[in-house]
């Protein structure tokens, strides 16, 4: 298009949806990198009893899609369908957040609810029942 070859502040001093869909590419090549590379570790784990070809289509499968979706998004920025603000955002988000469900499965975090937490704050605030006999 004739905005790839626009300076990034020229993106910006002239904001039509052609331009910031150009602008959110130039910011989603780097992020993704950022992105991808926090989703390869926990990928790169590998079960000697199972091996490694499952993680590594998985990887492969996110990372296409990954892509595939930062193309889309920056068509409904062109086409207006999404605001640049969401736009911008919302695949590197999505892929974060299955990067960081990847960590807390991997780590076996348990997971922080709102009972969980309310049953802790309650069961601190008890009385112990062999003192007060």
Same mark, same amino acid.
């Given at each position: 298009?004739?905005?790839?070859?626009?300076?990034?502040?020229?993106?910006?001093?002239?904001?039509?949806?052609?331009?910031?869909?150009?602008?959110?590419?130039? #910011?989603?090549?780097?992020?993704?990198?950022? @992105? &991808?590379? $926090?989703? /390869? !570790?926990? +990928?790169?784990?590998?079960?000697?009893?199972?091996?490694?070809?499952?993680?590594?289509?998985?990887?492969?499968?996110?990372?296409?899609?990954?892509?595939?979706?930062?193309?889309?998004?920056?068509?409904?920025?062109?086409?207006?369908?999404?605001?640049?603000? #969401?736009?911008?955002?919302?695949?590197?988000? @999505? &892929?974060? $957040?299955? /990067? !960081?469900? +990847?960590?807390?499965?991997?780590?076996?975090?348990?997971?922080?609810?709102?009972?969980?937490?309310?049953?802790?704050?309650?069961?601190?605030?008890?009385?112990?029942?062999?003192?007060?006999?």
């Amino acid at each position: 298009t004739a905005s790839a070859g626009l300076p990034t502040t020229a993106l910006m001093a002239d904001p039509t949806r052609l331009n910031l869909a150009e602008l959110a590419t130039r #910011i989603a090549t780097p992020v993704s990198m950022l @992105v &991808v590379a $926090l989703l /390869a !570790i926990p +990928l790169a784990f590998v079960n000697p009893r199972i091996g490694s070809s499952l993680n590594l289509v998985i990887g492969v499968l996110i990372y296409f899609t990954y892509t595939n979706l930062n193309g889309l998004v920056k068509a409904w920025i062109q086409q207006g369908r999404v605001p640049f603000s #969401i736009g911008v955002w919302i695949t590197h988000v @999505v &892929v974060l $957040l299955i /990067a !960081i469900h +990847l960590f807390r499965r991997r780590m076996s975090l348990p997971r922080l609810s709102l009972g969980r937490l309310l049953a802790w704050l309650v069961g601190r605030r008890r009385p112990n029942a062999a003192g007060s006999a």
